[in-house]
């Protein structure tokens, strides 16, 4: 149970001033989640963008287009992975934060 | 679609015409399936047919989440953009699967907290207006009015393989069919349901794609990643710009749609409301990772598809015309609508293989869009009862007034929903694109700062909601408008607006617009109510909720 003093009911809430440990730790993740996810998302159609030789050239697995490859398995892929990092990682932050999912009034 | 009207006088469509038995069977077996398990968990209380009492866990929920998504639009119309749109199809693949993991990390727990009903509930409570609550409410109506239109358009096209009937017959009887069955059983049945069909959906596509790839020795265990070589003879011998980065749509344009598709994955009614049918946040999350796995398995699929289908359009195995064998056509690039959105099916039929394993293809597809279109219509029904008439209306209405005001909805947008996919203005994936389009402008931007910036205000809201629906809305009347009233040779009113804002990508301008509206009139306006900023506090507190007021009584 850490920061069991902080008022919850009493912090701002704000994406870019996390006011409490919780609210920083879940941000943090968050954010390089979220910039590994435009990495693997839109990263293929830059690429294709500024390298479009290479792109179509380059034939992996018997014959996929790289940029086909990258766009149409890797990426959905690449965000299913991202998604189950951070659900597991919430878990963590759960438990360092002592929160239970049982309703409010089994609580007590 | 216009375009390929007066071909439409000289070829139909390569779909085999005529009744046939097993497939008609396999609908009707699937039908009775759903109806009976709705009727074994129907609906008894008012709160039950919108959230099914909150007892469903990750695994079942994922796949209702699959279900829910998985649209005709998903199953028929992403092989279908793939197919003729090349490299620009697959910003459909990334739009409507990596949003799930933008919709998971900002907004499911927060969401899941909040503890409201639905989304025009959540913006009347965030945004205390009620003026608000109406408009979110309105929105979600429009929002599942497009998204339906599309998956009318779907169950016409395979009603036509499946009873042989022409396509305005089956649009009439699967729409009917799906009304009538939203009607009786409400969410809790269809949540059960939702399970079912999904199983039956994933099932049918793959058998679909494992089948052709056998029989004409593509592939054997793992398709997706096995079709490099086809992928190969289509690029080298058939049509080059299938893999052509910027053929069809130019950087601007894929980035424009993927992001349209992808911020409308977190504003979308029918989707948020998956998450009120569980117990608890982490469930929420764990069951939209189960989701995205679930969506995934089939979108991996529509290349496949995409790809086993150029080439059997290109050279049938079934002794069929294709618009490219009569010449109709330069490569499959160029099919007709109807045969792009039928494609799915299509590949199966002209890889030979018999009538009862493209029936259950086509059934899949049935099932997708029955899913769908029963989820779209119980976020309206609500929309409408809970939300305008009880809301705004009459706020004393008892239970039964409401279910009945319920009822009457989705019969109404049901019949106006069937009477524009008679004549549908664009491709199934492009209709359900232009909803998410409106999704993203209107909902996306109230949700995000509703749920992430306590100042954001009830002035700042209207503003930007209206914003975003002037912005949406004004790109698809643009573009669709004038094919209607058979105005300017079916192009754009404005056509210079059309390159920048078109119907299915206008959220890469008007999401950032919405959000500068919002935040500037928030600036201006008087900070909301304490008790408002509580709440959105309590959305980011790892203690245990403390209600205020339990969920709302009717």
């Known amino acids: 149970m850490a920061d069991e003093d902080v008022d919850y009911l009493e912090r701002e809430v704000n994406i870019f001033r996390p006011s409490t440990p919780f609210?920083?730790?879940?941000?943090?993740?968050?954010?390089?989640?979220?910039?590994?996810?435009?990495?693997?998302?839109?990263?293929?159609?830059?690429?294709?963008?500024?390298?479009?030789?290479?792109?179509?050239?380059?034939?992996?697995?018997?014959?996929?287009?790289?940029?086909?490859?990258?766009?149409?398995m890797v990426a959905p892929g690449a965000a299913l992975v991202l998604a189950g990092v951070y659900a597991r990682y919430r878990d963590h932050l759960d438990r360092v934060y002592g929160v239970s999912h049982d309703s409010p009034e089994d609580q007590r | 679609m216009i375009e390929?009207?007066?071909?439409?006088?000289?070829?139909?469509?390569?779909?085999?015409?005529?009744?046939?038995?097993?497939?008609?069977?396999?609908?009707?077996?699937?039908?009775?399936?759903?109806?009976?398990?709705?009727?074994?968990?129907?609906?008894?209380?008012?709160?039950?047919?919108?959230?099914?009492?909150?007892?469903?866990?990750?695994?079942?929920?994922?796949?209702?989440?699959?279900?829910?998504?998985?649209?005709?639009?998903?199953?028929?119309?992403?092989?279908?953009?793939?197919?003729?749109?090349?490299?620009?199809?697959?910003?459909?693949?990334?739009?409507?699967?990596a949003g799930y993991f933008i919709l998971l990390i900002f907004m499911a727990s927060q969401f899941r907290r909040f503890g409201k009903y639905t989304a025009p509930d959540f913006i009347g409570d965030r945004f205390y207006s009620s003026k608000a609550r109406g408009l979110a409410a309105a929105t979600t109506l429009i929002i599942a009015f497009v998204y339906a239109i599309g998956q009318g358009s779907g169950m016409g096209l395979m009603a036509q393989y499946i009873l042989g009937i022409s396509y305005e017959a089956g649009v009439i009887l699967f729409m009917g069919v799906t009304i009538g069955y939203v009607a009786l059983s409400g969410m809790l049945g269809a949540t059960k349901n939702m399970t079912?069909?999904?199983?039956?959906?994933?099932?049918a596509f793959m058998v679909g794609l494992y089948a052709v790839g056998w029989t004409q020795g593509w592939s054997t265990f793992f398709p997706y990643l096995?079709?490099?070589?086809?992928?190969?003879?289509?690029?080298?011998?058939?049509?080059?710009?299938?893999?052509?980065?910027?053929?069809?749509?130019?950087?601007?344009?894929?980035?424009?749609?993927?992001?349209?598709?992808?911020?409308?994955?977190?504003?979308?009614?029918?989707?948020?409301?998956?998450?009120?049918?569980?117990?608890?946040?982490?469930?929420?999350?764990?069951?939209?990772?189960?989701?995205?796995?679930?969506?995934?398995?089939?979108?991996?699929?529509?290349?496949?598809?995409?790809?086993?289908?150029?080439?059997?359009?290109?050279?049938?195995?079934?002794?069929?015309?294709?618009?490219?064998?009569?010449?109709?056509?330069?490569?499959?690039?160029?099919?007709?609508?109807?045969?792009?959105?039928?494609?799915?099916?299509?590949t199966a039929q002209l890889a030979d293989l018999p009538d009862w394993l493209v029936g259950i293809v086509a059934s899949g597809a049935v099932a997708a869009a029955l899913a769908t279109t029963a989820g779209l219509f119980i976020s309206a029904s609500s929309a409408a009862a809970h939300d305008i008439y009880t809301n705004l209306y009459k706020a004393d209405a008892t239970q039964r007034e409401q279910l009945n005001v319920g009822r009457g909805t989705i019969l109404a947008i049901g019949i106006v929903v069937t009477i524009v996919a008679l004549n549908p203005p664009a491709l199934i994936g492009e209709l359900v694109a232009m909803s998410f389009a409106i999704a993203a402008c209107v909902f996306f931007p109230v949700f995000f700062l509703g749920?992430?910036?306590?100042?954001?205000?009830?002035?700042?809201?209207?503003?930007?909601?209206?914003?975003?629906?002037?912005?949406?809305?004004?790109?698809?009347?643009?573009?669709?408008?004038?094919?209607?009233?058979?105005?300017l040779d079916g192009h754009a009113l404005w056509p210079g607006l059309a390159q920048v804002l078109p119907p299915t990508s206008s959220a890469l301008i008007g999401v950032p617009l919405v959000f500068a509206v919002i935040i500037v009139v928030s600036r201006f306006t008087d900070d909301p109510p304490q008790e408002v900023k509580r709440i959105v506090r309590q959305c980011h507190s790892p203690q245990p909720e403390v209600r205020a007021e339990p969920t709302e009584e009717s």
């Open chain 1, 23 to 72: 609210m920083r730790d879940n941000l943090r993740m968050m954010f390089i989640l979220f910039g590994l996810w435009i990495l693997f998302v839109f990263g293929p159609v830059i690429a294709s963008y500024f390298a479009p030789e290479a792109m179509t050239e380059t034939r992996v697995l018997g014959g996929f287009p790289l940029n086909f490859f990258l766009t149409a």
């Open chain 2, 4 to 97: 390929s009207i007066p071909m439409v006088l000289a070829y139909q469509t390569a779909l085999d015409p005529g009744f046939k038995w097993f497939p008609a069977l396999t609908v009707i077996l699937m039908m009775v399936i759903f109806l009976g398990v709705g009727w074994f968990f129907r609906v008894a209380e008012v709160d039950d047919l919108w959230v099914a009492g909150r007892s469903i866990g990750p695994l079942e929920n994922g796949m209702a989440i699959g279900a829910n998504w998985m649209s005709a639009a998903s199953y028929l119309g992403v092989a279908a953009l793939i197919a003729t749109l090349g490299y620009y199809g697959l910003a459909y693949v990334v739009g409507w699967t």
């Open chain 2, 196 to 203: 079912v069909q999904y199983v039956i959906l994933i099932l």
């Open chain 2, 226 to 346: 096995e079709i490099g070589p086809q992928m190969a003879e289509l690029i080298d011998e058939v049509d080059r710009h299938f893999a052509e980065p910027f053929a069809n749509g130019s950087f601007y344009l894929w980035c424009a749609l993927a992001v349209s598709l992808i911020l409308g994955t977190c504003g979308l009614p029918h989707v948020l409301v998956r998450f009120y049918t569980v117990d608890n946040e982490r469930t929420a999350r764990w069951s939209t990772v189960w989701g995205l796995l679930f969506i995934c398995l089939l979108y991996w699929g529509t290349a496949a598809y995409a790809v086993f289908g150029g080439l059997l359009y290109t050279n049938p195995v079934q002794d069929t015309d294709t618009a490219v064998t009569l010449g109709e056509a330069a490569t499959f690039m160029s099919m007709p609508g109807a045969d792009a959105d039928a494609l799915v099916a299509l």
């Open chain 2, 451 to 487: 749920l992430w910036w306590e100042n954001a205000t009830r002035e700042g809201a209207l503003a930007g909601m209206i914003t975003g629906m002037v912005i949406s809305v004004g790109a698809i009347l643009n573009t669709t408008l004038p094919r209607y009233i058979d105005a």
